[in-house]
């Protein structure tokens, strides 16, 4: 295939294989510093809009929107959360981040950020090809990597870079173009999965609720006044057609009862799907000349919140380098990605597995367990430290702040 005739050649300094939010605000920012990119996808623009994702960002990842001048969309239809309610034995605790530590995050969800994304890009003139297929990348241990793909009409396309960024999602097709013996894949599975709802019904709360109970864990976000999301934990083989709406509800409503009398408001339920997760880490994160960001490089379960946010830190810090790496730094400045990508990457892999384990039953746990839990959940809310750094970790770790 590497020698096979192209119909086109072009040469652009950044190509990057993966146009969801990860490849398209990197596409954004290069372009916001005179940098020239090509974004590639696989998924049609369609696809990727309709695919429902998480919906919290930080309040510096939504800041950035704005002021980097994506879209001031969010400040219209995002919504501002300033806490999260836990939900223990029965009760309701209340974590106030803006009183903790003076921030508050977005509920805007990841299909929003996309379709302001891939609007600016267009109308600032970017290039971005959906609906490709047979993607290539080439000679990434060498000063000039090819990309090759082929457009939904059926021709065949290079494109010659001076660097490639791999932002190709969680099953990461560049990700495998580091060599076996040079790369290290960290791997954490989980014993259960989400079950994920769209509903028409208007909002139970003002705020996200994240359920613990003897049942399994519960968590309550919302899409619009009129649309909620919702998921509860189960088994990672279970199948949407065992779950008639009747039991989902159920199932919702016992994981969230207590002592107040709290119910959730029902309605038609118009999606069912069975969400899989589990920790990942591929070191390193570049590979002579290509980069990886995202998921291609690291996904997290989804109880903190922390992919698509992790994500597009990654890509503010490779904008910065690859713009300093095509000035006069040269390859160099790519040395700095890792080290400052990454330790953010594993402040956000703990927090994820650290409060996955703190609301999920895994199954053939033991009363101990379960107790064990409950201290925990009560060490957590019951001291200021303690509902400090959830704050902390759920806001993020801005970077202009607080350090
Ligand atoms: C969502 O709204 O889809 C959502 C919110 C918070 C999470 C995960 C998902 O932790």
Known sequence: MADATVDTVTTVPVAIVGAGPAGLMLAHRLGRAG????????????????????GILEADVA??????GVSDRILRDGHEHEGVELRFGGRAHRIDFKDLVGESVWLYPQT???VDLADA????????????????????????????????????????????????????MCRG???????????KEYPFAWFGILTEAPMSAPELIYAHSEHGFALISRRSETVQRMYFQCDPDESVDAWPDDRVWETFQARV???????LREGPIIEKTVLKFRSFVQEPMRWGSMALAGDAAHTVPPTGARGLNLALHD????????ARALGSDGDAALDDYQPRALRRVWRAQNFSYWITQLLHTAPGSEPFDLQRQLGELDNVVGTRAGRTYLAEQYTGWPTRARA
């Open 315 to 322: 890509v503010k810090v490779l904008a910065e380098v690859l």
């Open 121 to 172: 890009r267009e109308r600032d003139g970017g290039t971005v090809h959906f609906g490709i297929k047979d993607t290539e990348v080439l000679d990434i241990t060498t000063g000039s990597p090819r990309v090759r793909y082929t457009a939904p009409d059926g021709t065949r396309h290079e494109i010659r870079a001076r660097y490639v960024v791999g932002a190709d999602g969680s099953r990461s």
């Open 257 to 263: 009862a207590g002592e107040d009398g709290f119910r």
């Open 112 to 114: 929003d950020v996309f």
């Open 177 to 187: 173009l580091v060599p076996e013996d040079r790369r290290v894949r960290f791997t």
């Open 63 to 68: 800041r950035d929107l704005v002021e980097t």
């Open 35 to 54: 940098v020239e990119t090509i974004a590639l996808d696989t998924r049609t623009r369609h696809e990727i809009e309709t695919t429902q994702r998480a």
